[in-house]
Protein backbone atom coordinates (compact mmCIF):
# COMPACT_ATOMS: atom_id res chain seq x y z
CA UNK A 1 0.00 0.00 0.00
CA UNK A 2 0.95 3.47 -0.12
CA UNK A 3 -0.12 7.02 1.22
CA UNK A 4 0.96 10.63 -0.33
CA UNK A 5 0.49 13.44 1.60
CA UNK A 6 2.03 16.75 1.85
CA UNK A 7 1.76 19.60 4.41
CA UNK A 8 -0.39 22.55 3.90
CA UNK A 9 1.20 25.61 4.55
CA UNK A 10 -1.25 28.24 4.41
CA UNK A 11 0.04 31.76 5.88
CA UNK A 12 -2.14 32.69 8.76
CA UNK A 13 -3.01 29.13 9.25
CA UNK A 14 -2.09 26.16 12.17
CA UNK A 15 0.15 23.82 10.26
CA UNK A 16 -1.78 20.86 9.14
CA UNK A 17 -1.46 17.65 6.47
CA UNK A 18 -3.29 16.68 3.46
CA UNK A 19 -3.45 13.21 1.97
CA UNK A 20 -3.75 13.45 -1.50
CA UNK A 21 -4.08 9.11 -2.18
CA UNK A 22 -4.31 6.44 -0.24
CA UNK A 23 -4.10 2.76 -2.59
CA UNK A 24 -3.78 -0.92 -0.85
CA UNK A 25 -3.89 -3.35 -3.85
CA UNK A 26 -6.92 -5.20 -3.92
CA UNK A 27 -5.65 -8.42 -3.05
CA UNK A 28 -4.19 -7.16 0.36
CA UNK A 29 -7.59 -5.30 1.67
CA UNK A 30 -9.43 -6.30 4.61
CA UNK A 31 -6.00 -6.70 6.86
CA UNK A 32 -5.91 -3.34 7.89
CA UNK A 33 -3.34 -1.96 6.07
CA UNK A 34 -5.06 1.18 5.60
CA UNK A 35 -5.60 1.92 8.89
CA UNK A 36 -2.22 0.96 9.63
CA UNK A 37 -0.98 3.32 6.47
CA UNK A 38 -3.27 6.33 7.91
CA UNK A 39 -2.20 6.05 11.14
CA UNK A 40 1.88 6.38 10.24
CA UNK A 41 1.01 9.11 8.04
CA UNK A 42 -1.46 11.15 11.08
CA UNK A 43 1.44 10.29 13.45
CA UNK A 44 4.58 11.77 10.79
CA UNK A 45 2.59 14.90 10.05
CA UNK A 46 1.69 15.80 14.06
CA UNK A 47 6.24 14.64 14.76
CA UNK A 48 7.47 16.33 11.78
CA UNK A 49 5.16 19.23 11.01
CA UNK A 50 3.27 19.92 14.21
CA UNK A 51 0.66 19.16 12.42
CA UNK A 52 -3.56 20.06 13.95
CA UNK A 53 -5.54 18.74 11.39
CA UNK A 54 -5.46 16.16 8.66
CA UNK A 55 -7.65 16.65 5.62
CA UNK A 56 -8.62 14.90 2.58
CA UNK A 57 -11.03 14.96 -0.63
CA UNK A 58 -13.01 11.61 -0.84
CA UNK A 59 -15.97 11.06 -3.32
CA UNK A 60 -19.23 10.83 -1.66
CA UNK A 61 -20.13 7.40 -3.49
CA UNK A 62 -17.01 6.06 -2.53
CA UNK A 63 -18.47 3.79 0.33
CA UNK A 64 -15.53 1.88 0.96
CA UNK A 65 -13.36 5.24 1.51
CA UNK A 66 -16.25 6.83 3.76
CA UNK A 67 -16.63 3.69 5.83
CA UNK A 68 -12.52 3.68 6.41
CA UNK A 69 -12.27 7.59 7.01
CA UNK A 70 -15.71 8.04 9.03
CA UNK A 71 -16.06 5.05 10.79
CA UNK A 72 -13.08 3.21 11.17
CA UNK A 73 -10.55 6.40 11.23
CA UNK A 74 -13.60 8.36 12.91
CA UNK A 75 -12.39 11.74 10.54
CA UNK A 76 -15.97 14.09 10.30
CA UNK A 77 -17.18 15.75 6.97
CA UNK A 78 -16.32 19.25 7.37
CA UNK A 79 -17.84 20.23 4.16
CA UNK A 80 -19.25 18.98 0.54
CA UNK A 81 -18.14 19.61 -2.80
CA UNK A 82 -21.13 19.38 -5.40
CA UNK A 83 -18.68 19.11 -8.30
CA UNK A 84 -15.75 16.76 -6.42
Known amino acids: GRV ?8 GR ?3 GHII ?4 KRSYR ?3 LANKLMDQTARAMIECFNAKLLS ?9 ALNLYQ ?5 STV ?4 KF
Do not use: W, Y
Open 4 to 11: RAHQDEES
Open 14 to 16: EPN
Open 21 to 24: SLAV
Open 30 to 32: CFG
Open 56 to 64: LNIRVSNRA
Open 71 to 75: NSLKF
Open 79 to 82: DVET
